[in-house]
């Protein structure tokens, strides 16, 4: 970014390559770290997760 | 400066005002999720109000910068503005987002609630500490940016940002997390994070681990 004063915008964009997805998925990541479910992932999701954690 | 994508425009006008009342509505929610002192200081500061639209944004900030008396972007900042998905606009005291950005689209309704409300806070973790961060601060961002998650410097390093922009960007990543956490009455320092850059979110947004 060019131009002067840059500093009183705050610009919330992602790279060419990322996605809404990948935020979320980058975040929940980080909450599992920590013991914590993300809730934005489904309960069925989960549970298919779980599933097949188990049949592992 | 590139031509406007004819392909986004035509996605763009398939929109109906019931998805931009539906992102201003997740917007309101994000809001209210809020910590009441931060609430009460944006309004006091004139900065709690936002703007949800359905262009790319660097055409709308220079449109309201121009149109509020103040310089217009240049044209490498309105085509990189473009892209974004929310801007917080310092001069204005307003927050912009982009209701129709095509990263909104295919997420099922809880990840798209969650994603808006991250937007958001982003964008009001921008507005609470932008002023608040020295100099030295922002010197460090570098540094700094060595010393968040991985998930985070990558997403920042990939966002474009210029390394004056880092300390900023790093802020009002940590702050929307930190209100994720909150949302489900986590309001301690993760253990995740830093203790040198949760000292710094503190000081700059008025963070607590009280309600």
Known sequence: MDGEGVGV?????????????D????????????????PWVSSTAAELAAAESLSA | MAEPDPSDAERRARLTEADLRRADATVRLA???LPAAHRELLEEIGASHWRVVNEPLGSVVDGLLRSGGHPGL?????????KALAVWIGPLRLMVLDGGHRLMEELDETAYEWFVCNNAWHEWGHALSIGLCSAEDIAAGRRLLELAPEGIRESIRKGGYRSSQYTHELVANVYALLMIRRRQDLLDRPQWLNEEIYELVERVTGWTERE
């Open chain 1, 9 to 21: 915008f705050g610009v919330y964009t992602l790279g060419e390559d990322q996605t809404a997805q």
């Open chain 1, 23 to 38: 935020v979320l998925a980058m975040q929940a990541q980080l909450l599992r770290s920590e013991g914590i479910d993300p």
């Open chain 2, 31 to 33: 809001w209210g999720q």
């Open chain 2, 74 to 82: 240049s044209p490498a900042d309105r085509l990189w503005m473009d």
